[in-house]
């Protein structure tokens, strides 16, 4: 009887749901459905630009979470105010709809990272409409911790109870398949993992919503998330913090600036600390944990020294590099995370919806206009080609390694966001339509050939972060005294090959083994001849000079039948590696073969 009750219960909820959110469900299923027949759908029926069956794929994904966020709101007015807003439906359906036509019908437009950017900032800015939509225009503070927890909660459930459906269907098909031996195409697996994350998982979700959410104002604190909070998070929190500290000390014993990749600790560091406010909340006042109430306001101003660290290091990229959309949405979540430090700090209100709420605004306003993302990288970019091509034209287009890095970079991330044409004032020609079929590396190589820009090192060899090479714009190679000459390039692929055959010089056969390390020339197996390659890698290793000297990157070698000379062009040593593996050698190899032995 108990099972009878329960399938009842949950028909009931179901239908309450649909009760509740009757548009958002009726979306999920049509989305879901689409895609499941998207999945099976023939190539013949779709062609080969299946970019407009995709685009309606995302509209169907990116709009659920706008639509259930602007039924929450409606819910709300129905409510608390007595007063039907169901017309404000008609805005999301109108973003979306636009937003279907902005996206390209062809994939070799998206390309354009800029679309993959806007997706992600819509997705993050609809799903965080979800948690502050019921107060937009009114707060309750232990309403809206509830609410909080209601979502978490159903957000768990919806996940846990779609996931073990799907294994459950997912064991059931494998077993007719093994035991009956009855024939189930693969993407039948694929296709019930969509229904299950777009209908069963969303109808659950929605399922446990109460009615009246500003009047469920009874706070019932699990203890289980206090010990989660008091033992694994402020901890966490705590151990952050020390090294970060111990990091600023470091900077300023060695009065350098802070390397880039410390800003993402910082950001981390201080949404977890934020996430911790906001858990603890409720209790911070009435908890017997001292850990818990001393949490606020130690954290945030301990955390505000770090956010000097955050800036430093946010400025060093951009004053060196410019602008990219990364940099730009660092930069702006460094000013998010000193403006609600300081609200938190000052302010005597203290709402936790400003979290979500200011986090959404900056993911919808820095998707368009002058002051957004994309205009703002843009922008900086050419004036970053624009300086670095005058440089380079002053030398008469001979430019360093490093120069030559950076102006591909520049021409690879213009050419990307199909912004490459405006540089065409500069360089005195269209690269866009000069090379119409060019990828963004490609075009790098066609305008730097065009432009006949020349990479000079200082000397002939030259090293950098394990890999060596030899510098021959400027080389005569001497081959006096051998009787054959060839080029070979040795490739670890697959990786756990261990070596790699090159074509043969003359009747002999090369090989590389790259993981002993040793050259291999061999005829037959009683004319083998083995050089090792080692002495060379420890010898270039140990070696703290940015020029090298010629001579270390050569081995001569002579044997009873033949004498061989190795001159290495290039080759990469895994400096990480404790045996000195190699890989991507390339070399000319001389072979002189003795009278004797023919």
């Known amino acids: 009887m108990s099972v009878i009750l329960s399938f009842g219960e949950i028909s009931q909820k179901a239908k309450n749901a649909f009760a509740k959110f009757p548009i958002s469900l009726i979306w999920a299923i049509l989305g879901t459905l689409y895609t499941i027949w998207f999945i099976g759908a023939e190539d013949s029926i779709l062609g080969e630009e299946k970019t407009p069956y995709t685009k309606v794929i995302l509209i169907a994904s990116l709009g659920l979470s706008w639509l259930i966020s602007t039924r929450f709101l409606i819910n709300y007015f129905k409510e608390e105010k007595q007063q039907n807003k169901q017309w404000l439906i008609v805005f999301p359906l109108l973003f979306l709809g636009w937003f279907y036509w902005y996206l390209p019908n062809d994939k070799s437009a998206f390309s354009n990272d800029i679309y993959s950017y806007k997706i992600t900032l819509y997705y993050i800015a609809g799903h965080l409409f979800v948690f502050f939509s019921p107060f937009v225009f009114t707060w309750n503070k232990k309403a809206y911790w509830n609410y909080l927890k209601i979502i978490f909660i159903a957000i768990v459930r919806s996940l846990l109870f779609s996931l073990v459906l799907y294994l459950g269907l997912v064991l059931a098909l494998l077993a007719l398949k093994f035991l009956f031996k009855i024939d189930i195409e693969e ?96 209790i911070r006042k009435t908890t017997d944990s001292r850990v818990i109430k001393r949490f606020y306001p130690w954290f945030y101003r301990l955390l505000i020294p770090m956010l000097l660290l955050l800036f430093a290091a946010i400025y060093k990229r951009i004053s060196e590099y410019g602008f990219t959309e990364n940099r730009y949405f660092v930069l702006v979540l460094a000013f998010w995370i000193l403006g609600m430090t300081s609200y938190i700090l000052w302010s005597k209100k203290k709402e936790l919806r400003y979290f979500p709420i200011t986090i959404m605004l900056i993911s919808v306003l820095s998707s368009f206009g002058f002051w957004g993302a994309f205009s703002v990288a843009e922008r900086s970019q050419l004036k970053q080609f624009s300086d670095i091509f005058m440089e380079i034209k002053a030398k008469n287009f001979k430019i360093t390694p490093e120069e030559d890095n950076r102006f591909t970079s520049i021409i690879k991330y213009l050419t990307q966001r199909k912004a490459i044409d405006k540089t065409a004032d500069l360089v005195g020609f269209n690269p866009s339509q000069a090379f119409k079929e060019a990828s963004a590396w490609s075009m790098a190589t066609s305008i730097k050939d065009t432009l006949r820009v020349v990479v000079v090192h200082d000397k002939h060899t030259y090293k950098n972060n394990g890999y060596f090479g030899l510098n021959e714009t400027d080389k005569t190679l001497e081959v006096k005294g051998y009787d054959y000459f060839r080029q070979v390039n040795f490739h670890q692929y697959p990786p756990d090959l261990g070596r790699s055959i090159a074509d043969s010089i003359q009747n002999y056969k090369m090989y590389l083994d790259f993981d002993k390390p040793i050259f291999v020339i061999y005829k037959d197996s009683l004319s083998k001849y083995t050089i090792n390659l080692k002495p060379l890698i420890d010898s270039l290793k140990a070696d703290d000079r940015d020029n090298i000297p010629d001579s270390k990157l050569t081995i001569e070698k002579e044997f009873d039948a033949i004498k061989v000379k190795l001159l290495f062009q290039s080759l990469y040593i895994d400096a990480n590696d404790s045996i000195s593996k190699l890989n991507n050698v390339n070399l000319y190899v001389l072979l002189k073969t003795k009278t004797n032995a023919q």
């Open 187 to 282: 993407e039948v697996y694929l296709k019930l993992f969509v229904f299950c994350l777009g209908i069963v998982n969303t109808w659950i979700f929605l399922s446990d919503f109460p009615q009246k959410i500003h009047n469920n104002i009874t706070i019932n604190y699990p203890k289980a998330l206090e010990v989660f909070v008091k033992y694994i998070l402020i901890p966490l929190s705590i151990l952050y913090l020390v090294i970060l500290y111990a990091y600023s000390l470091k900077i300023l014993i060695h009065w350098n600036l802070p390397k880039g990749w410390v800003s993402y600790l910082v950001i981390a560091l201080s949404i977890l600390g934020f996430s911790i406010h906001i858990l603890i909340n409720p």
